[in-house]
């Protein structure tokens, strides 16, 4: 399980609860679900999503006849610290995770063939800024990803806003040493023109 998952675990309030009843002993999901007045079934589901994070472990045993499963603590201790453009999350086993606040999702391309002719034109050019465009479907985004494998990718969604994307970016930059973005929209700067420079600036 990755970080984000784990943190998201976390947050949540029945599970905390879970967890805190957890320090006193060994419960089964039924005596759980009875203690925290909850439903059996959504604590079941509960208690192995938080096994499968390694927060609990469960073990079979033989109560009164019948097979149940009993959940136990499995950290005694978890932190969470917050880095500029990451939040690192470690437990007192040892385990140690990192959830980076802007991720890089960089197209996969698994078969690309010829655009001899493009990939001379943009790799030959001295512009800090490239456009590629085109219609729709002629892989512009192919093309884009094979020449720049090592690039920060973020892909916007239909209700992301420039000021969204901005902050998210200026987090990232500041991650890497550079500050000015993230500092202009902390001084409450919005002007479009002064984010799209500040961009290419820190790019």
Not at 131 to 152: E, M, N, P
Request: glycine share 8%.
């Amino acid at each position: 399980m990755n970080a984000s998952s784990l943190i998201k675990l976390l947050s949540n309030e029945t599970n905390l609860e879970i967890l805190s009843v957890l320090r006193s002993g060994s419960f089964n999901p039924r005596e759980l679900a009875r203690i925290l007045g909850r439903d059996e079934t959504d604590v079941s589901r509960r208690l192995r999503a938080m096994e499968r994070a390694g927060l609990v472990e469960g073990r079979w045993m033989r109560v009164r006849g019948k097979n149940v499963k009993v959940y136990s603590l499995k950290v005694e201790d978890i932190r969470i610290r917050f880095e500029p453009g990451e939040i690192l999350v470690s437990t007192s086993k040892g385990d140690r995770y990192e959830v980076p606040l802007l991720e890089s999702r960089h197209p996969l391309v698994d078969i690309f063939v010829g655009r001899e002719k493009e990939i001379d034109l943009i790799t030959s050019s001295e512009k800090s800024v490239i456009v590629i465009y085109g219609i729709a479907g002629i892989g512009k985004t192919a093309l884009a990803a094979k020449l720049f494998s090592d690039a920060f990718w973020y892909q916007m969604s239909e209700g992301d806003s420039l000021d969204y994307f901005a902050w998210q970016v200026g987090l990232f930059l500041n991650s890497l040493g550079y500050d000015a973005l993230l500092e202009y929209l902390r001084a409450g700067g919005r002007e479009e023109r002064d984010i799209f420079e500040l961009l290419l600036d820190g790019g």
